[in-house]
């Protein structure tokens, strides 16, 4: 069956303490991993996206990388307005699953 | 300016009233999706379209109908609404191949009493 698994649900970091987030996935014929950050009431946001083990990318203070079972989100020294809930996403054959996210608050 | 519009954004409906909510892309990309989100389960898709006249189902398409009639448009019906598919709904769409970006509009938020 093809899952997604986020870890954590939540966290909670200070200001500047770099920390990673975790997207581990169960799936067919992957074709592409997604990173998406949500903030409230609001749609997805698209971050990056990562088809083979071993890319990563980096926008800003994030940084993606993919390996065959999983993939990581690390933020580094984040700042309060990276507070939102990060979504990851496979793309199995030509159909889309979703973890349940992370929330990430970044106190000041 | 590239993005992904969803009408109604708010929408309470009577059971068994029969309601569309519609999509529309700008960016002429093949690959368009709709989802729902509740609380605890994520978002999960309900139906896909790779182009024009292709639609396939996702992973709870029960209770909801699609069709792509051109590129740009991708509406989502429901037939006969019942409580239970009471949501948060998102339309998405995509441009096939690699690093591609995904588009996802801004939610329409479904009651249903």
């Known amino acids: 069956e093809d899952q997604v698994t986020q870890s954590p649900e939540a966290l909670r970091l200070q200001e500047g303490e770099s920390s990673s987030l975790n997207c581990s996935y169960t799936v067919s014929g992957l074709r592409g991993l997604f990173w998406y950050r949500q903030d409230p009431g609001k749609g997805p946001e698209f971050l990056f996206t990562l088809y083979s083990a071993g890319e990563e990318k980096e926008k800003e203070r994030l940084k993606a990388t993919l390996t065959k079972k999983e993939s990581f989100l690390h933020i580094t020294a984040p700042k309060p307005e990276d507070s939102a809930t990060y979504l990851c996403?496979?793309?199995?054959?030509?159909?889309?699953?979703f973890g349940t996210g992370t929330s990430l608050t970044v106190i000041p | 300016e590239a993005q992904v519009t969803q009408n109604p954004r708010y929408l309470i409906t009577v059971t068994g009233k029969k309601l569309t909510v519609t999509c529309s892309q700008n960016m002429n990309h093949e690959y368009m999706s709709w989802y729902r989100q509740d609380p605890g389960l994520g978002l999960r898709q309900i139906y896909y379209s790779m182009n024009v006249e292709v639609t396939d189902k996702g992973d709870v398409p029960e209770g909801y109908k699609v069709s792509r009639k051109e590129k740009r448009n991708f509406p989502l019906i429901l037939e006969s609404p019942s409580p239970n598919q009471t949501s948060l709904y998102f339309c998405?769409?995509?441009?096939?191949?690699?690093?591609?970006?995904?588009?996802f509009g801004q939610g329409t938020r479904l009651t249903v009493v």
């Open positions: 996403a496979v793309q199995a054959r030509n159909q889309f699953y």
């Open positions: 998405a769409s995509m441009r096939q191949g690699v690093n591609t970006e995904a588009f």
